[in-house]
């Protein structure tokens, strides 16, 4: 059985203790773009809040693309969250490769060489790739100038998160440590 199969057997077992309040129009109160690895699945966790307050939105990377940039205007402008959290992290498998190798990579393996190369969002630094969101996310005139948007680095050997920030007074890029509240 595969484990897809497999997972749609259990959700017949889950949907036995369905809760209606889940029926009901989401309110979450941060929207987070984080990696698509695994690694990063138990936000509540990592931040010390429950499900319902984060929209959580994944990408490889994470790469703040165009539809990133929209998810968040709608999460931000309809679905009603008031800060926005950019969250890397070290030992990303987006640093493995460019764009470049990667594409030469699959024309190869499977002998056709015919769409047009990808756009993978690869990258080396990942505090870098914070700021760069920071600045894309914030000079986007869709995203109130109200709601905060903060980048960080999440430290796979420690659990912690590294703020990636602006400095205000000198303009220059700093980064600090922060310890998440755990549930
Ligand atoms: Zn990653």
Redesign the pocket.
């Known amino acids: 059985m595969s484990l897809i199969d497999k997972a749609l057997k259990a959700n017949s077992h889950y949907a036995k203790n369905y809760d209606p309040t889940l029926g009901k129009r989401p309110a979450p109160k941060v929207a987070v773009v984080t990696?698509?690895?695994p690694r990063?699945s138990d936000l509540p966790g990592i931040l010390g809040l429950p499900h319902a307050d984060l929209d959580v939105i994944r990408t490889?990377?994470?790469a703040v693309t165009e539809d990133v940039l929209s998810e968040l205007v709608v999460s931000t402008r309809v679905l009603g969250t008031t800060e926005i959290m950019l969250l890397n992290?070290t030992g990303?498998?987006?640093t493995t490769f460019t764009d470049e190798e990667l594409n030469a990579k699959l024309a190869g393996s499977t002998g056709d060489t015919s769409p047009a190369p990808m756009r993978f969002f690869s990258y080396k630094d990942p505090e870098q790739n914070a700021r760069e969101q920071i600045q894309k996310v914030r000079s986007h005139p869709w995203i109130a100038k109200e709601i905060p948007v903060r980048g960080f680095v999440f430290d796979m050997d420690t659990d912690l998160l590294r703020e990636v920030r602006r400095s205000q007074s000198h303009g220059r890029l700093l980064s600090e440590r922060i310890r998440p509240c755990k549930i």
């Open positions: 990696c698509m690895d990063l490889g990377g994470p992290h990303c498998g987006f």
